[in-house]
């Protein structure tokens, strides 16, 4: 079945630094979706990528989809305390597995003031 | 209230328990999910449902048991659970239930099995 990897894990960084996540599919996909969870919370939706090469900023932040729609990036400037959580994304590859959202593990970051 | 309510916040029960997780969205949303978060692992799709109806269980124990009354409210019948099923379970919905439709999470329910 499909699958989806995101690296890395834990991600630790003092504030002002910059911070990135990746996200790999086995499978093209037709849409992406990124969602945060701050610590005790929920998760939170943030963006959808749909097209190849797609790239779309809010604020500091900035999310890619790959040229070929299989992998995807988050990137954000100059961390802040309030950045803090867990970034997700999930993948949807449409065909047979149209309607399912598959989640990757997310990245914990952490920042230091 | 807007948004996606669940109830209990925290639930602590025995393996012999019955117990019940409720859920309410008040979005208009036509389909509604649960998924399992644990520790170290990616959201687990459990049940979704469309118009009331169930479109996928995701190979789930027959001790979790859905129940979709209308498309407001989703339940989750919880018997005879193990340890292992400690965990917080997430309610979500969203208009439909195209891949391209965006997740609105509800706070979860922490539970925890004795």
């Known amino acids: 079945g499909q699958q989806v990897m995101q690296i890395p894990q834990y991600q630790h960084v003092q504030e002002g630094e910059d911070f990135t996540t990746y996200c790999n599919s086995s499978?093209?996909?037709?849409?992406i979706q990124w969602y945060k969870q701050r610590p005790g919370g929920h998760p939170v939706f943030l963006i959808q990528?749909?097209?190849?090469?797609e790239v779309k900023k809010q604020k500091r932040l900035t999310f890619q989809f790959g040229e070929a729609k299989k992998n995807s990036s988050l990137h954000i400037t100059a961390t802040q305390t309030t950045d803090v959580g867990t970034y997700f994304c999930?993948?949807?590859?449409?065909?047979?597995?149209?309607?399912?959202?598959?989640f990757g593990q997310g990245t914990i970051l952490t920042v230091h003031p | 209230e807007t948004g996606v309510t669940q109830t209990p916040r925290h639930l602590v029960m025995g393996m012999t328990n019955k117990k019940s997780l409720k859920c309410e969205q008040h979005?208009?949303?036509?389909?509604m999910y649960w998924y399992k978060q644990s520790a170290k692992k990616p959201l687990e799709l459990m049940f979704v449902?469309?118009?009331?109806?169930?479109?996928e269980n995701n190979s789930v124990p027959s001790r979790f048991s859905p129940e979709c009354p209308n498309s407001s409210h989703l339940f989750l019948h919880l018997h005879t659970l193990q340890p292992e099923d400690s965990a917080l379970y997430l309610c979500?919905?969203?208009?439909?239930?195209?891949?391209?439709?965006?997740?609105?999470f509800g706070a979860g329910s922490r539970l925890t099995v004795l």
């Open positions: 990528l749909v097209k190849s090469g």
């Open positions: 979500a919905s969203s208009p439909g239930t195209s891949g391209a439709n965006v997740l609105t």
């Open positions: 979005l208009g949303h036509n389909a």
């Open positions: 999930a993948g949807n590859a449409g065909g047979t597995s149209y309607g399912k959202l598959t």
């Open positions: 449902y469309n118009f009331k109806e169930q479109t």
């Open positions: 499978t093209t996909l037709s849409n």
